[in-house]
């Protein structure tokens, strides 16, 4: 049973296009976490999100925690081929350092 | 700090080798975790540990697969023996204090079982 869906799973679109990837769940989480990885390497920490509602800004990327934290939003403005990735939520439910990660988005913004 | 580093970066053996997967956490990080790959199931916990001491290993796949950390720098994951269904990216990555949640990804090791 996969705890976090993403979706699209897949996503291709110009550059300077604007996008939003979901993370959705019917479990609560502690706190969230949304990762890049490209070709060849690991996952990199974006962000993580605590506060139910919260909000936050990284540059042309925003990121939302649902009111109730069962879900996550990643918004990217102004798409550059930089962006190219893939884009993976995770969340952990607290209590021990065990992290579930998300089905993932592979990103690809075409010059 | 160098990050997380693991070894070898690429291993293809065949089938029925025995595998051995390295992993040098980031210095001062208490927990460490081992993460699989693969297009199919996306990336799944094995196991991880906390101050060298496995905690859940619920993800280990089959008595085929064991993880050992002899002390605070390093860890082992060993395929013994290799099956063509082990083709994956292993990670390694490791983090500190509980309540962080926040990973450290080495690279990755790309196993290839022929």
């Known amino acids: 049973t996969q705890l976090l869906e993403q979706s699209p799973q897949f996503l291709s679109i110009q550059e300077g296009e604007n996008l939003t990837v979901y993370c959705n769940s019917s479990s609560v989480f502690s706190s969230l976490q949304w990762y890049r990885q490209e070709p060849g390497e690991g996952p990199v920490l974006l962000v993580t999100?605590?506060?139910?509602?919260e909000v936050k800004k990284l540059k042309r990327l925003t990121f939302q925690f649902g009111d109730a934290r069962k879900d996550s939003s990643l918004h990217i403005t102004a798409a550059q081929t930089g962006d190219t990735g893939l884009y993976l939520c995770a969340g952990d439910r607290g209590g021990y350092q065990k992290v579930t990660f998300g089905t993932g988005t592979k990103l690809q913004v075409i010059p | 700090d160098a990050g997380v580093i693991q070894s070898p970066r690429h291993e293809v053996t065949e089938m029925g080798q025995e595998v051995t997967l390295r992993c040098k956490p980031i210095?001062?990080?208490?927990?460490l975790f081992w993460y699989r790959q693969t297009m199919m199931r996306g990336l799944e916990l094995l196991i991880y540990?906390?101050?060298?001491?496995?905690?859940?290993d619920s993800g280990m796949p089959e008595d085929r697969f064991s993880a050992k950390m002899p002390n605070a720098s390093f860890s082992t994951l060993k395929i013994q023996p290799s099956e063509p269904r082990d083709s994956a990216v292993y990670f390694c990555?490791?983090?500190?204090?509980?309540?962080?949640?926040?990973?450290?990804f080495g690279a990755g090791s790309r196993l290839t079982v022929l």
């Open positions: 990555a490791s983090s500190r204090g509980a309540g962080a949640n926040v990973l450290t």
């Open positions: 540990f906390n101050n060298n001491v496995p905690i859940d």
């Open positions: 210095s001062g990080h208490d927990y």
């Open positions: 999100v605590v506060t139910g509602g």
